[in-house]
Structures are given as C-alpha cells and as structure tokens.
C-alpha cells in the first residue's frame, strides 16, 4: 500500500529565504507526482506536474525534482513571498487513470 | 487545463439532512473525480465518476451516503445524504486532462450543525 509523506508538517521563514519542501512515497512505481497549493478553505491549485519519466520540473520561482528510486520528490521555491504562505500537498498517482494519494501537506508561513 | 465550477462554494445544513454539490467542468471528460478533506486533514477519495456507468467507492464510502450522477461528460453532482456533523468537510471535484494533470475545483466547504 502507497504512503505518501510530507516533512515538514509545518515551516515558518522570513521573506526572501528560499523554500524546501519534502515529500516521500513508499512505492517508486508511480505514473506521475503533482505538487499543489491550498489556500485555507479553497480547493487546489496546481503548481507542478512530473512525470515518472522526468527528473525534474521548473515554473518561475518553482523548482521539483523526482527520485523515483529513492521514492523522494522535492519542492523549492526561491525568494520567498508572503504570498507564498499556502498549505503544499503533494500527490502520486499509479496508472494514467489512477487515483492520487495525498500526503498530508506542510503548511507555510513566510513572514514580511 | 480544465477550468472546473463548483457550486455552491461554502453552505451550513442541519443535521438529517442532505446537500447535493454540483461540478461544471468546460470541456468533456471521461472520469471525474470525488474526494473529501475533512478539517486539518489532506484529502481522500470519495468515488471515481463515469459518463454512462455506476460511480466506483472507495473503501469507507458507500453509495447510499454519497451518491453521484455522472449525466453527461462535463457535469456530475456528488449528494451528502442524512447528514451528521462528522460530514463537515470540504468536498472537492477533480478531473484530469490530456496530461493525466490533475485539476480541482475550488471546494465546497460545508459544515454540518
């Protein structure tokens, strides 16, 4: 059975520092690993899709590497903005037409 | 990428009684997506919706609870039946486009008093 975990729960840094987010799965036979954002009480915006295939996926200030062998996914955002102070879930899918397994996301203050 | 509506976007129901959620997306899809996330949790998969088919559940959920349409290959509406304050949640839609990239609606926060 897939676990998926996100280390760590909760992180706090001064604007401008740069992000580093964890996520690690248990089974490395995944189709794909999305990165998602959650403002509180709203629904999920996507940040970053990786394909089992790819090694890693750039959007602006975003940045997620894959190590499937190792089941590890990793998220960085550069700079850092209060804007970014979000909850960030990441979630494997198994098959094109699978389900996502969420972990349980890290929640993110960045203070002005 | 998929643009998906959610409506109603937040309610508050008494208990024993239901609310059916609906989700509008604008282009057809084949599958659709249900999944819950209750409070400080991350999110679980309610059922899978097909055009044409009965809805697959998850382990946990059963049809009588949450039943869903699936009428054609933009819209589906997911029904939370007998409600008990438990069923306070954020409900969410989600399909996938061409890319398998997984696209969500903005959530129906609901609470159940």
């Known amino acids: 059975k897939q676990e998926v975990t996100q280390i760590p729960a909760a992180l706090s840094v001064p604007e401008g520092e740069n992000l580093v987010l964890n996520c690690s799965f248990t089974?490395?036979?995944?189709?794909?690993l999305q990165w998602f954002r959650q403002d509180p009480g709203k629904g999920l915006t996507s940040l970053l899709l990786?394909?089992?295939?790819?090694r890693e996926q750039t959007s602006g200030r975003l940045n997620a590497s894959l190590d499937k062998s190792s089941g590890r996914s990793t998220l960085y955002i550069a700079a850092s903005q209060p804007g970014d102070s979000a909850t960030y879930l990441c979630?494997?899918?198994?098959?094109?037409?699978?389900?996502?397994?969420f972990g349980a996301g890290t929640q993110v203050v960045v203070t002005p | 990428s998929a643009v998906i509506s959610q409506k109603p976007s937040r309610d508050i129901c008494q208990r024993g009684t239901s609310l059916t959620i609906q989700c509008q997306v604008d282009?057809?899809?084949?599958?659709m997506f249900w999944y819950r996330q209750q409070p400080g949790q991350s999110l679980t998969l309610i059922a899978t919706?097909?055009?044409?088919?009965?809805?697959?559940?998850e382990s946990g959920f059963v049809i009588d609870k949450f039943p869903i349409s699936r009428p054609n290959l933009t819209f589906s509406t997911l029904t939370v039946s007998n409600m008990s304050p438990e069923d306070s949640s954020i409900y969410l839609c989600?399909?996938?486009?061409?890319?398998?990239?997984?696209?969500f609606g903005q959530g129906t926060r609901l609470t159940v008093v």
């Open positions: 919706a097909n055009q044409g088919s009965e809805a697959t559940y």
């Open positions: 979630a494997v899918k198994h098959g094109s037409w699978g389900k996502l397994q």
């Open positions: 990786i394909q089992s295939s790819q």
């Open positions: 989600s399909v996938p486009d061409r890319n398998t990239e997984a696209f």
């Open positions: 282009s057809q899809v084949t599958m």
């Open positions: 089974d490395s036979a995944i189709y794909n």
